[in-house]
């Protein structure tokens, strides 16, 4: 059974930058679809992104779409989320999440039935 263990969150100011790390764990399908997510307070979570491991493209939503990057190390089984250009709108916990063979984008909650307990980005003004 995949395990998703997310780090590397933290607090930072505006403009700043931050590398979430997932470590995935018990990965035995040929691909998947790993995503992450983030829920700010009074907020519903929402993707940020997505991508078929391993090799695929990555998906971003909008509004994070030249800031946030998302890559893979296939040989260290861990998923990154890079968060640059940072404002207080990015604080959120974020999640990274595994799902099936194919990704739907933008990446919906419904089709991830694996999670990682989250880790939370905090960013001052």
């Known amino acids: 059974q995949v395990q998703l263990v997310e780090s590397g969150g933290g607090s930072v100011q505006a403009g700043g930058s931050l590398r979430l790390s997932c470590g995935v764990s018990g990965y035995t399908s040929s691909q998947t679809c790993m995503a992450w997510f983030r829920q700010a307070p009074g907020k519903r979570r929402e993707g940020v992104g997505a991508l078929i491991i391993p090799g695929g493209s990555a998906y971003y939503v909008d509004s994070v779409k030249g800031r946030f990057t998302i890559s893979e190390d296939n040989a260290q089984n861990t998923l990154y989320l890079q968060l640059s250009s940072l404002s207080p709108e990015d604080s959120a916990i974020y999640y990274c999440?595994?799902?099936?063979?194919?990704?739907?984008?933008?990446?919906?909650?419904?089709?991830?039935?694996?999670w990682g307990q989250g880790t939370q980005v905090t960013v001052s003004s």
């Open positions: 999440a595994a799902g099936r063979s194919w990704c739907r984008y933008p990446p919906r909650e419904d089709d991830f039935p694996v």
